[in-house]
């Protein structure tokens, strides 16, 4: 089936003005809009319009369809016309004047709709062990609550709030006016009395004052898991704020931070540790004790001709994995500690090695290396 001109779609000439075309869009939208023509074609009539008005509003596509027709439109960027008007500015603004109090009925407001409380986030600092292990702490927490006194409702005990004689319970306020171009007009507003809750209350409670709810400071004991790292959230279910009109409490969110360690790094669940060694260690080899993360020793044996960087591996000493079972590595990361100061009795131990190196360093002769590195006496 061919499509309807454009012009004619909308009834106007092809030289009619931009206001021209606004103008007879208005007249047609308002008579064919599915929501207010009881007509069986009304939204195919009405997608009709809304097409035509999308292609002859813009100067370029208007353009195109004057010199090409509908085939000129196949296949442009921004083809393809549908009633959703997400983008295109003008034509929103249209159906907002047009119909902007069509659709609201009694019942569509929402002035005791249930509302979830706000999440509240706290921040907790652990030290590197409590962040390995686990722990529990207290923590003081300012949040909104129902008040205590009158349970949320607002009255003083034993009264109760009464519906509103100005919106009649509804929350809101309809109001008609005429309109030469389209009728009969209902806009419905919250009502002023109310609040748009429906109710008053004439006796407030005494303590919150007729505001239902109150801050207050609640302790809560927060049980830290092993495991947890720099940045973790813990989500503690319903310790938020106070829901609204029977809605769920929100959440509280801690956020954790830990202090660093004097020897230890995280990396994920493996810890890091840097073992400074001496050269006679290095050259000869070692077994050298390393602290753990439980404050007890383990051994690595470091071989000899172990170089600064040199990397080892002791399986299942690291950080607990979270919420999972197991424990990741210590990685022992070496490096090599040239004395900056050496005795007397050093120097000539390290003049004789040096010598039977193929190093000279008596005073007579150049200065041989470990003179140069460490110095004369």
Do not use: W
């Not at 507003?189 to 748009?196: H, V």
């Amino acid at each position: 089936m061919d499509k309807q001109d454009y012009y004619e779609a909308l009834g106007v000439p092809r030289d009619a003005t931009k206001d021209q075309i606004k103008k007879a869009f208005r007249k047609l939208a308002q008579q064919h809009h599915p929501d207010v023509s009881k007509s069986d074609d009304a939204g195919i009539r009405f997608k009709e319009i809304n097409e035509a008005y999308q292609v002859l509003a813009d100067d370029e596509k208007r353009a195109v369809y004057d010199r090409y027709g509908h085939a000129g439109l196949q296949g442009a960027a921004g083809g393809g016309y549908s009633a959703d008007m997400s983008g295109f500015g003008d034509l929103g603004s249209i159906f907002e004047e047009l119909f902007g109090g069509f659709g609201r009925t009694a019942g569509a407001s929402n002035r005791r709709q249930s509302r979830r409380g706000a999440d509240l986030r706290a921040d907790i600092r652990l030290s590197f062990e409590e962040a390995i292990f686990g722990a529990d702490r207290d923590m003081e927490i300012p949040r909104m609550e129902a008040c205590d006194r009158c349970h949320g409702v607002g009255a003083e005990p034993p009264t109760a709030p009464v519906v509103c004689a100005t919106c009649n319970g509804s929350g809101e306020v309809k109001r008609r006016q005429q309109s030469p171009l389209f009728g009969t007009i209902v806009t419905s507003t919250p009502c002023s009395t109310c609040n748009g809750v429906g109710e008053v209350i004439p006796s407030p409670c005494t303590k919150c004052r007729g505001r239902k709810y109150m801050r207050v400071t609640r302790k809560l004991s927060v049980k830290i898991p092993a495991g947890v790292d720099e940045g973790t959230r813990i989500r503690l279910a319903g310790e938020g704020e106070a829901g609204q009109f029977g809605g769920p409490p929100g959440n509280l969110y801690v956020v954790v931070s830990v202090e660093p360690h004097r020897f230890f790094v995280r990396d994920g669940s493996d810890i890091l540790l840097e073992l400074p060694i001496n050269v006679a260690q290095a050259a000869l080899g070692a077994t050298i004790k390393i602290p753990t993360l439980e404050g007890e020793t383990e051994t690595i044996e470091v071989p000899s001709g172990t170089q600064t960087g040199a990397q080892f591996r002791k399986r299942g000493l690291g950080a607990p994995h979270l919420q999972r079972n197991g424990r990741g590595d210590m990685l022992i990361t070496t490096r090599v500690d040239v004395p900056s100061k050496l005795t007397a009795e050093q120097k000539e131990l390290f003049r004789q090695l040096a010598k039977s190196f193929g190093d000279d360093t008596t005073r007579e002769e150049s200065k041989g290396f470990f003179d140069r590195l460490f110095g004369a006496d």
